[in-house]
């Protein structure tokens, strides 16, 4: 009965969020709004971590498991790779080192400013 | 008789679970990033697939149970998100400005690149999502009017070769910062990264994994725009 309470307030959060990404005049995923939903409900302790933590955590937990059939999905795509594959990968190897060193540095800077604030605040 | 069995919804579903158990246990016995439990999945089901020529339609329809899961895996993010809220409290500026940052020099570095090797309009919205969670990256793809399994591909690339990657990148940046380090690795390689910060350090895991759920969202709003 447990497990299917903590099922109903997590897909009852989803269907909300899908209901609500039909009627937002912008692409905004249904799952990314029960996400937000979800958030603001524990923030406001109107769910507590208890009633969802068992299907959260074995959801976290197994996010792999859940990927198979979209991945497997690609035999349906192999034309598109053929012609771009190194491309492909040079995009995405590329891209992840500059977001790696922009988010660095940019994290670095902002530590540096607000404890430089903070030290003459303190002075 | 094939045709008729492979059609049935049960054996797309357990054609998962079994080809997932394998995953997991090749995982343990090498635990490396490209050891990956779903591509090790993928890669047996897709073998049985041609093997026996059965269709991806057929394997779709027990395949589609499992698929209907991410949504409430997204949801999911939220409780992860939650566990870490004193850390986010502490560092709520630096962890905006990381992922605001994170989330438009991948965008644009992505856009950019496309543009450059002069990759089609389809696959430039397949690729757009994929520094965040799966979960997030292929719903955002269909939206921008992508598809979705290669948004899972180039996910999958951009997580393994950030967990693979960090520790050195982490160097070479000479980042000594906890904080910084984890969102780097969060923003650019999501969850694949996070398991990977989650060895560096505890700091560097909790930021990692704020930053998956952040930047998602981030990326979700930004893309309204494009």
Same mark, same amino acid.
């Given at each position: 009965?447990?497990?299917?309470?903590?099922?109903?307030?997590?897909?009852?959060?989803?269907?909300?969020?899908?209901?609500?990404?039909?009627?937002?005049?912008?692409?905004?995923?249904?799952?990314?709004?029960?996400?937000?939903?979800?958030?603001?409900?524990?923030?406001?302790?109107?769910?507590?971590?208890?009633?969802?933590?068992?299907?959260?955590?074995?959801?976290?937990?197994?996010?792999?498991?859940?990927?198979?059939?979209?991945?497997?999905?690609?035999?349906?795509?192999?034309?598109?790779?053929?012609?771009?594959?190194?491309?492909?990968?040079?995009?995405?190897?590329?891209?992840?080192?500059?977001?790696?060193?922009?988010?660095?540095?940019?994290?670095?800077?902002?530590?540096?400013?607000?404890?430089?604030?903070?030290?003459?605040?303190?002075? | 008789?094939?045709?008729?069995?492979?059609?049935?919804?049960?054996?797309?579903?357990?054609?998962?679970?079994?080809?997932?158990?394998?995953?997991?246990?090749? %995982?343990?016995?090498?635990?490396?990033?490209?050891?990956?439990?779903?591509?090790?999945?993928?890669?047996?089901?897709?073998?049985?697939?041609?093997?026996? %020529?059965?269709?991806?339609?057929?394997?779709?329809?027990?395949?589609?149970?499992? &698929?209907?899961?991410?949504?409430?895996?997204?949801?999911?993010?939220?409780?992860?998100?939650?566990?870490?809220?004193?850390?986010?409290?502490?560092?709520?500026?630096?962890?905006?400005?990381?992922?605001?940052?994170?989330?438009? &020099?991948?965008?644009?570095?992505?856009?950019?690149?496309?543009?450059?090797?002069?990759?089609?309009?389809?696959?430039?919205?397949?690729?757009?999502?994929?520094?965040?969670?799966?979960?997030?990256?292929?719903?955002?793809?269909?939206?921008?009017?992508?598809?979705?399994?290669?948004?899972?591909?180039?996910?999958?690339?951009?997580?393994?070769?950030?967990?693979?990657?960090?520790?050195?990148?982490?160097?070479?940046?000479?980042?000594?910062?906890?904080?910084?380090?984890?969102?780097?690795?969060?923003? &650019?390689?999501?969850?694949?990264?996070? &398991?990977?910060?989650?060895?560096?350090?505890?700091?560097?895991?909790?930021?990692?994994?704020?930053?998956?759920?952040?930047?998602?969202?981030?990326?979700?709003?930004?893309?309204?725009?494009?």
């Amino acid at each position: 009965m447990n497990f299917f309470k903590q099922v109903f307030w997590v897909f009852v959060l989803c269907c909300v969020g899908e209901v609500v990404s039909i009627f937002l005049p912008f692409p905004m995923p249904g799952s990314v709004l029960a996400l937000i939903l979800l958030f603001l409900c524990l923030l406001s302790k109107k769910i507590r971590p208890a009633q969802i933590d068992t299907v959260c955590d074995f959801l976290l937990g197994n996010m792999a498991f859940i990927f198979i059939p979209s991945t497997v999905s690609i035999i349906a795509y192999i034309d598109v790779f053929k012609n771009i594959l190194w491309q492909f990968i040079f995009i995405c190897i590329a891209t992840t080192v500059i977001t790696f060193f922009a988010t660095a540095y940019a994290v670095k800077l902002t530590m540096h400013i607000l404890s430089k604030k903070g030290g003459n605040k303190n002075a | 008789m094939l045709d008729q069995f492979t059609s049935a919804p049960i054996f797309g579903f357990t054609l998962c679970v079994v080809s997932y158990i394998i995953g997991l246990k090749v %995982k343990q016995k090498f635990n490396y990033p490209i050891a990956n439990p779903m591509i090790i999945a993928a890669i047996l089901i897709i073998g049985i697939l041609l093997i026996f %020529k059965i269709p991806l339609e057929n394997f779709m329809r027990g395949g589609a149970f499992v &698929s209907m899961l991410l949504a409430p895996a997204t949801a999911a993010l939220a409780l992860s998100m939650y566990r870490q809220i004193e850390i986010i409290k502490k560092n709520l500026i630096p962890i905006l400005v990381g992922c605001v940052v994170g989330v438009v &020099s991948a965008l644009v570095s992505i856009i950019v690149l496309c543009k450059l090797f002069g990759i089609s309009d389809e696959i430039t919205a397949s690729l757009i999502p994929k520094s965040i969670t799966t979960a997030i990256a292929t719903q955002l793809s269909i939206k921008l009017g992508g598809m979705a399994p290669v948004t899972v591909a180039a996910v999958a690339v951009t997580g393994i070769f950030g967990a693979v990657a960090s520790p050195y990148l982490i160097r070479w940046s000479r980042i000594n910062n906890s904080v910084a380090a984890g969102l780097a690795i969060g923003a &650019s390689s999501h969850a694949l990264g996070t &398991s990977k910060a989650i060895e560096i350090g505890e700091v560097e895991g909790s930021v990692s994994g704020i930053a998956v759920g952040l930047c998602g969202i981030i990326t979700v709003i930004l893309a309204i725009f494009l």
